[in-house]
């Protein structure tokens, strides 16, 4: 059964930073891999998705990694700001329908 | 114009009452899913539905039951709620299963407190 595990669990920087959020997962035979986003009482907003042939993916200042073989997956911000506060959560797929594995998310806080 | 629609957003309940979430996506999505947000936020999958067919129930009570009358909706019905039903449910939808690349959209999410 896969899990998948993120650290670190919190994370607070000063603005302009630039960070590194880490994901791992158990069963490197994933199909794909994406990171979302969670704003406080809200619903999830994906970010980026790897599909399992892929090495990285990149949307303005984020991009994600993937290294199947090793099981970890991150997502590197550039520049921080402030208003990239927020839960970064991982899931991988494994194909068909079963849905996504969540890990447990990084709550990130960017200080201004 | 929200991709996926459901409601009510919040819910306060007394235990053993039966209450019943929508939910509803304008993408066109053939697959609608239902997870579950804990209290320590942990993410599960609960429901998935392709064509109108049931295709995984991840260890659910059996007070937890999806209703698909169409494509576009994947509603969910809980009889008998208990405290621990308390969580954050969220809808999602996608083209295609998850795992065929595409990605999964969700809803805002429904709030849950059973009292």
């Known amino acids: 059964k896969q899990e998948v595990t993120q650290i670190p669990a919190a994370l607070s920087v000063p603005e302009g930073e630039n960070l590194v959020l880490n994901c791992s997962f158990t069963d490197s035979a994933i199909y794909n891999l994406q990171w979302f986003r969670q704003d406080p009482g809200k619903g999830l907003t994906s970010l980026l998705l790897?599909?399992?042939?892929?090495r990285e993916q990149t949307s303005g200042r984020l991009n994600a990694s993937l290294d199947k073989s090793s099981g970890r997956s991150t997502l590197y911000i550039a520049a921080s700001q402030p208003g990239d506060s927020a839960t970064y959560l991982c899931a991988s797929s494994g194909g068909g329908a079963d849905g996504l594995t969540f890990g447990k998310g990084t709550h990130l806080i960017i200080q201004p | 114009d929200t991709a996926v629609s459901q409601t009510p957003k919040y819910l306060v309940t007394q235990m053993g009452n039966d209450k019943s979430i929508k939910c509803e996506q304008n993408l066109g999505h053939d697959t609608m899913y239902w997870y579950k947000q804990d209290s320590k936020k942990f993410l599960k999958i609960m429901f998935s539905?392709?064509?109108?067919?049931?295709?995984i129930n991840e260890t659910v009570p059996n007070r937890f039951s999806p209703k698909s009358p169409d494509k576009a909706h994947l509603n969910l019905h809980i009889n008998s709620l208990e405290l621990g039903d308390s969580a954050v449910y969220f809808c999602?939808?996608?083209?295609?299963?998850?795992?065929?690349?595409?990605?999964?959209?969700f809803g805002e999410g429904s709030w849950l407190t059973v009292v």
């Open positions: 999602a939808s996608s083209q295609g299963a998850g795992g065929s690349g595409n990605t999964i959209y």
């Open positions: 790897i599909q399992s042939s892929q």
């Open positions: 539905y392709n064509n109108k067919e049931l295709i």
